[in-house]
């Protein structure tokens, strides 16, 4: 992950910007693999015979089906069907979406979000100092994200990440103001192919809006989702980056 000298003021071009990015070749063929990714998404592949998800707690990362042929190999990602509830297809995309940080409790932890290459792109540095500890990104309220989920059984999220875990927060609910939550770990970039993590809608947890756990009965309504957030947090105390591309709605 790219190691500004003045880390959060300084704003890199590309999410993988910075004094130890790739090549510009490299970065080009990586981001034509997000690009697929997101393009499979919404597109029905009819055979995934040999595609197999692996499970790690609530969220699956779909593995890519490989087929290989002497020294070289081609890979294609499981299928996908639903559609695009979230994406980033110009600067002006990004522009609604808000930055919350600790500093609204005392913290001191700090983060930008800009757009580049198809994707929002957060990062900045958390720290847990002053009895901070998160960083986060709100999106705009927009009820037609319920429309576009509804009867969705999963969520996939193309994204490229940094190691770290981050959390995704939905606002939904008949009052629109009831919050779930779901982890989840996005590939790396070095990863020969990105895959999307799909998080099944009955791994999202209610929660209050200080992100504790809530004592109810009820089960996330995807039809009732109107804002999408994400956070970092959990002690990982250091410099993050996430390139976050698209969330699909899975039927």
Do not use: H
Request: with cysteine.
């Amino acid at each position: 992950m790219p190691s500004p000298s003045a880390w959060p003021n300084a704003k890199p071009t590309s999410p993988w910007a910075g004094p130890d990015a790739a090549p510009a070749a490299t970065i080009d063929m990586r981001v034509a693999r997000i690009a697929l990714v997101s393009a499979v998404s919404v597109v029905m592949v009819t055979s995934c015979a040999s595609g197999s998800p692996t499970v790690d707690g609530s969220a699956t990362t779909v593995e890519p089906t490989t087929t290989s042929s002497s020294s070289t190999s081609s890979s294609i990602v499981a299928p996908i069907t639903g559609d695009i509830i979230v994406s980033f297809p110009d600067p002006a995309s990004v522009a609604a979406w808000n930055n919350v940080d600790d500093s609204v409790m005392g913290g001191v932890s700090a983060s930008t979000t800009e757009w580049s290459d198809g994707a929002l792109v957060f990062s900045g540095r958390l720290s847990t100092d002053n009895n901070g500890g998160f960083a986060s990104i709100l999106g705009p309220v927009d009820r037609t994200i319920g429309e576009r989920s509804a009867g969705a059984t999963s969520l996939a999220i193309n994204a490229v990440g940094d190691g770290r875990t981050y959390l995704l927060q939905l606002r939904a609910g008949t009052s629109g103001n009831d919050r779930w939550i779901s982890r989840f770990t996005p590939q790396l970039l070095g990863d020969e192919l990105l895959s999307p993590v799909v998080l099944p809608i009955s791994s999202f947890e209610p929660v209050d809006r200080f992100l504790r756990p809530t004592n109810t009965s009820q089960t996330l309504d995807p039809a009732t989702i109107i804002q999408i957030g994400v956070y970092v947090l959990d002690g990982q105390v250091g410099e993050f980056q996430l390139a976050l591309r698209s969330i699909s709605a899975v039927r």
